[in-house]
């Protein structure tokens, strides 16, 4: 019988035939899911026999929900979530107005999932705009609940912002406001509490698996306590929690300023393993990243709380309103995360034959055409073919 996960002192007991609760998505998720179930399935039946099993269970979220129950997040799906710890889901359609927040937004704040996580690496046959894009092979770790996101500011000429600026120059003696009459003004939080635990995540993943180097990415020449607070913060946890680590090899620590990091991925991406970014810097890097190995259709992602042991694993794309239900759309952002997913509950046998069947299947040229498209004499798949084309391979 299938079993719940559960986070204990020692970390996640993962029994071997689980239920895991997904979401369709709207637009193309019909699509890509369908495709994506069968793979990750056949994965896990031929790296385990039968020993290890997922059940699936439908959970409701966007559109389809709304039409359904008429609500956009039911109270069900988020309960469901807290309860199996981890959840899977495809790309949600966020109504435009109408004061609704943003799925993804509630979602990842409901559970405060804290560090979202971007594996960006090269397949080979992918088209990308650099000479040696195999030599990207990063982790991103980017701090998911603080900083400009947390939507503190106010508009110019109102009467809040007027007094937030009759405050800073009468009460903090602050006369650096250029235009006073005109400006809106806003607030970025960044915390060591924050700071570390995302930190943390990233140390933590980098040992796991057997990488060397975490580098702090930050704004601290420009913003002194707040991205320099997060330099400070991932320095101090280093040394007080992983001193041993640092002294014997096994981690190296470093720093870099924002805008020579973007430089840096370009001309020496081979410098960075792992890297630790504040929400914003994390949001810019994570999209530049995922272009330069031509991998933003492609890029997988998760939203993960590593104490409560909740995570949500996402295709980083949108609906794609544009090719939904034409059995055309690619697969690989969701199957990719799927991997994350196996690989954060150690199923990584049934992660590689996933990955090793999607870096065969794309040097081979099989692909869909949103990467089709971008090389000369490659005739596209659909969604199935392509997706037959794992199969077959993950049966070998
Ligand atoms: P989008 O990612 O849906 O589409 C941008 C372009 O990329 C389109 O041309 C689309 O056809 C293509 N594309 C995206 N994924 C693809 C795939 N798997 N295979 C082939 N082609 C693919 O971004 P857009 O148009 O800005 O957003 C559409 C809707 O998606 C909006 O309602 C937006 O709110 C939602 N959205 C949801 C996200 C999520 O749930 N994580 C993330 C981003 C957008």
């Known amino acids: 019988m299938a079993e719940k996960l559960v986070m204990t002192s020692q970390g996640l007991a993962v029994p071997d035939h689980l239920v895991i609760p997904y979401i369709e998505g709207d637009g193309i998720g019909k699509d890509i899911w369908a495709a994506s179930k069968e793979i990750i399935d056949r994965a896990v039946s ?3 026999a039968g020993e290890r099993s997922i059940e699936w269970k439908e959970v409701l979220a966007g559109k389809k ?13 988020l309960s469901s979530i807290k309860e199996h710890l981890v959840a899977i889901k495809g790309p949600l359609e966020t109504p435009v107005g109408g004061g609704i927040r943003s799925l993804n937004v509630a979602l990842r704040q409901d559970l405060d999932l804290y560090a ?33 996101y947390a939507g503190i500011e106010w508009d110019s000429e109102s009467v809040e912002v ?11 003696a602050v006369s650096k406001i250029r235009f006073p009459e005109t400006s809106s003004i806003g607030i970025k939080p960044i915390s060591s509490e924050g700071s570390k635990r995302l930190i943390h995540s990233a140390i933590d993943y980098t040992l796991k698996n057997g990488l060397t180097k975490v580098t ?12 320099g607070g997060f330099r400070k913060w991932g320095y101090e946890l280093a040394q007080k929690e992983y001193a041993d680590a640092l ?15 973007l430089q840096q991925i370009l001309l020496n991406p081979e410098r960075f393993d792992v890297v630790a970014l504040t929400n914003l810097n994390g949001d810019y890097a994570s999209d530049a990243l995922a272009a330069q190995v031509g991998g933003i259709g492609i890029s997988p992602g998760a939203n993960i709380n590593y104490e409560t042991g909740h995570a949500i694993f996402e295709a980083t794309h949108g609906t794609a309103p544009d090719i939904a239900g034409q059995n055309i759309a690619n697969p690989s952002s969701l199957l990719l995360s799927a991997c994350m997913m196996l690989n954060y509950l150690s199923w990584y046998e049934a992660a590689e034959f996933i990955e090793r069947a999607l870096e065969d299947t794309l040097s081979n040229h099989e692909m869909t055409a949103d990467l089709a498209s971008q090389i000369e004499g490659v005739t596209p798949l659909s969604t199935t073919d392509f997706a037959s084309c794992l199969l077959q391979k993950i049966a070998r």
């Open 46 to 48: 031929v790296a385990y």
């Open 65 to 77: 929900s709304f039409d359904m129950t008429g609500e956009w997040l039911p109270e069900g799906t």
């Open 116 to 148: 979202c996580v971007r594996p960006v690496r090269y397949f080979e046959g992918v088209s990308s705009p650099l000479k040696h894009p195999e030599k990207t092979d990063i982790t991103i770790f980017r701090e998911n609940t603080e900083d400009i």
């Open 162 to 172: 007027n007094k937030v600026i009759r405050f800073l120059k009468e009460e903090m």
């Open 216 to 227: 702090l990415v930050h704004k601290g020449n420009i913003q002194k306590f707040t991205e």
């Open 247 to 261: 002294s014997d090899g096994r981690l190296v620590v470093d720093d870099i300023i924002a805008d020579n990091f």
